[in-house]
């Protein structure tokens, strides 16, 4: 694998992608023309954002909606909810089926952190979020982010499934925060941290729906080119080896060392007991071509005499 196309090399060193800056505007043009409207994108309220975010750790989205339109309409302001009766605040939160109460009690404590520790203004940076009771490094980098366009790469389950499928980032919370703070377009966390948790909410799914929702990564994803959507979250596909899509990552991956290969000279490269009129042979191979083909991966050629296959990466 070159070095300009990113993912793993066999030490385990990953790389992101050289067309980084493809990689970004793919992302937020996807997730400007089309993504789910829910009401706290379109605030940057951060106490609309932080109660959000805290509804949101255990409870699926669509219902978070109803909830949090409504305690808003209760407590539209950190004043009313800093005033509030606290058993009031935690039975609305049992009466939505909102998860821990100490989740609610906390978001209470913290509307009345901000009222008298910080006249009302919120903080503005991760580090002097999490000053605020049951904030923790996820959320205040989240309030940041959605709210002042100030923070980090959010690293959550769905972007280190995107990452590590995309381009192959190891199961290591190091690496990937260390990815996903590269893949953060500088000054643009409200924008690029929506859009990559929305593309593995709605895209790349334990189940993944790359055509299907039209994922703008495919054309630098490893698992699309190989089929392997193995994922942190996910469990191990069974029998990889010598699979078919163990033979299309190789396609792939020599593919990418040259600017094109006659099919024969591309079996031998993919597998020991390639043999033109064999059983995984010449038939075989275009068979596997014909699907890459079809996946908008490989263009294919016939030479002049129709006597050879040409097999080139898609451009």
């Known amino acids: 694998m070159s070095e300009s196309d990113g993912g793993a090399d066999a030490d385990g060193e990953w790389s992101l992608p050289e067309d980084l800056e493809g990689v970004q505007e793919s992302l937020i043009r996807w997730y400007e023309g089309d993504h789910r409207d829910f009401p706290w994108r379109r605030t940057d309220d951060p106490y609309e954002i932080l109660v959000s975010e805290v509804m949101s750790q255990q409870t699926q989205l669509d219902r978070v909606v109803e909830a949090w339109e409504e305690f808003l309409e209760r407590w539209p302001t950190t004043a009313d909810l800093a005033a509030a009766d ?32 910080y006249a009302g203004a919120f903080p503005t940076t ?9 904030v923790g490094p996820y959320t205040a980098n989240a309030v940041a982010s959605f709210a002042f366009n100030n923070g980090d790469a959010v690293v959550d389950t769905n972007v280190k499934r995107v990452s590590y499928r995309a381009f192959s980032i190891p199961d290591d919370d190091a690496a990937f ?7 953060l377009p500088e000054g643009e966390s409200r924008v690029w941290n929506n859009a990559i948790m929305e593309l593995g909410g709605v895209v790349c799914t334990q189940t993944p729906r790359c055509d299907e929702v039209g994922c703008p990564w495919r054309e630098w994803c490893d698992a699309y080119a190989s089929g392997d959507f193995t994922a942190p979250d996910v469990p191990t596909q069974p029998a990889f080896e010598g699979s078919r899509r163990q033979f299309r990552g190789r396609v792939i991956g020599t593919l ?42 490989v263009e294919l050629d016939r030479t002049e005499s129709d006597a050879e296959l040409v097999a080139r990466l898609q451009r």
């Open 126 to 134: 991760p580090d002097e979020l999490q000053e605020l009771m049951g």
């Open 256 to 297: 990418r060392e040259y600017d094109e290969l006659e099919v024969d000279t591309l079996g031998h490269r993919i597998r020991v007991d390639y043999v033109p009129n064999g059983e995984y042979g010449r038939e075989w191979l275009e068979g596997l071509l014909a699907d890459l083909e079809s996946d908008g991966l």
């Open 86 to 117: 606290r058993a009031d605040v935690v039975g609305f939160w049992t009466n939505h089926s909102l998860g821990y109460n100490n989740r609610a009690k906390y978001l209470h404590e913290s509307a009345q952190q901000v009222e008298k520790e």
């Open 177 to 183: 925060e260390e990815a996903a703070n590269d893949l």
